[in-house]
């Protein structure tokens, strides 16, 4: 059950929405949480019988009052972003809902109905707000999933996913094999990590000797091909191999796998599916990750193919930094990539958390902008978001995002003194 104070912001806002008979504009962040958040605010919009546009946003830049003055709504919702630019957004003169989870950073205004998780000790996405007034407005949990899709796909998940408890949602308890519904078994066991199957031919060759079929009626099998006792084969012969190893640690490898029943082929698995709206995001293709998640079959057709040319990317992207050692710039508590026009700035956040070891130093990746460097940086060791957020301030720049995962924007001939600035507050 909501607690009192939460559940009555909530209801402020929906009335808020209710009450308003002109078009509203709907403003989300350009990720696979922003994508899930956008597309629960629509379908909320939708059946509430509301006019409504969307706009999606790599982050809060200060003409973007103007741009929404201009359309002269009654009411604009932020999902997913807005909550670290607050004295930006007091210059529009429409009335606010903000729904979002990222620092905040300022003092709403009377026009402003602010609802964020943080101020409720509450560890949710932008999506996962957004759905608790989803389920208020609407008194059913039928957007559950596409919150949980937003929750996983969001670069600071670890929340507890109990509150999306939902009949269309099923959890077992299994192999944590990327791909369940469209890698084929062989790869997603290369890429696993188990020692002793690190190869092609070797997954190959581990799936032959349990007796598993490597395709079927000429298709690569899939995890979600086999049967219950052809799981239960591999699930043993995995960690058979696994213990031949002194670092194997066989938990790793299983977890509570989530289904989404309501939707088809991978997006059944939730991670593949923020996977897919990540690659939409990113990819400059918003618009077909909202129709994804609204339930289009000829989006996902479109997504298929927008992902592969997401990974080619993602691959050229790596394989630069493999062969550009130099680019990283090492110091005693931080590395610095600096990539310059060598990766897009919507990808640099991906590169940055593929790079990114826990156990390691803090990394910033840094990609030249239209509106100057792009920075994105992945932490275990500290609160990032308050170092790059004064970080660029001091700089001239924007910062924001998460304790272990943030972002800024910065003039390009600031990057030096920021640097500079970060290795200063680091120490």
Not at 240 to 258: H, I, M, P, V, Y
Not at 330 to 341: F, G, H, N, R, V
Request: proline residues 3%; hydrophobic residues 40%.
């Amino acid at each position: 059950m909501l607690m009192k104070e939460l559940a009555n912001l909530l209801n402020i806002a929906i009335e808020k929405i209710k009450n308003t008979n002109t078009v509203i504009q709907v403003v989300s962040h350009l990720d696979a949480d922003g994508v899930s958040a956008a597309a629960i605010i629509s379908s909320v919009l939708y059946q509430l019988k509301k006019d409504f546009q969307v706009t999606f946003v790599k982050m809060i830049k200060p003409e973007i009052a103007d741009t929404i003055n201009e359309r002269e709504p009654k009411l604009t919702i932020f999902t997913d972003v807005g909550s670290g630019y607050i004295d930006v957004l007091k210059k529009i003169k429409s009335d606010i809902i903000i729904l979002d989870h990222h620092e905040v950073e300022g003092t709403p205004s009377d026009n402003m109905i602010h609802i964020n998780p943080l101020d409720f000790d509450l560890e949710l996405s932008g999506a996962g707000i957004t759905y608790l007034l989803a389920k208020e407005a609407l008194k059913n949990n039928t957007l559950a999933p596409i919150a949980v899709v937003g929750t996983i796909g969001d670069v600071s998940y670890s929340a507890d996913l109990k509150i999306f408890e939902n009949p269309f949602i099923e959890i077992e308890r299994g192999l944590n094999l990327f791909g369940r519904y469209t890698r084929p078994l062989y790869k997603s066991l290369e890429y696993s990590g188990i020692p002793g199957i690190n190869s092609s031919s070797k997954a190959l060759q581990f799936m032959s000797e349990i007796g598993i079929e490597t395709q079927k009626n000429g298709d690569w099998v899939t995890l979600s091909d086999l049967d219950n006792d052809e799981k239960k084969r591999l699930t043993d012969a995995i960690i058979r191999e696994g213990l031949k190893s002194k670092s194997f640690k066989a938990d790793s490898l299983f977890s509570n796998n989530l289904t989404l029943k309501s939707f088809q082929e991978e997006l059944r698995d939730p991670k593949e599916f923020a996977t897919i709206l990540n690659a939409c995001a990113n990819m400059n293709e918003p618009a077909t990750g909202l129709a994804l998640c609204l339930g289009s079959e000829k989006a996902l057709k479109e997504a298929r193919g927008v992902l592969r040319g997401y990974r080619r990317l993602i691959g050229n992207y790596m394989r630069w930094v493999e062969s550009n050692p130099d680019s990283i710039k090492k110091t005693e508590k931080a590395d610095y990539l600096i990539a310059d026009d060598n990766i897009n700035e919507n990808l640099i956040g991906t590169i940055v958390s593929m790079l990114f070891k826990p156990k390691e130093k803090t990394l910033f990746g840094f990609a030249n902008a239209e509106d100057g460097i792009k920075i994105s940086v992945r932490s275990k060791s500290f609160d990032v978001q308050k170092v790059v957020t004064e970080a660029a301030k001091i700089c001239n720049g924007r910062g924001g995002g998460h304790e272990f995962a943030a972002g800024a924007t910065i003039p390009l001939e600031e990057k030096d003194k920021f640097i500079e600035k970060c290795e200063s507050m680091i120490k």
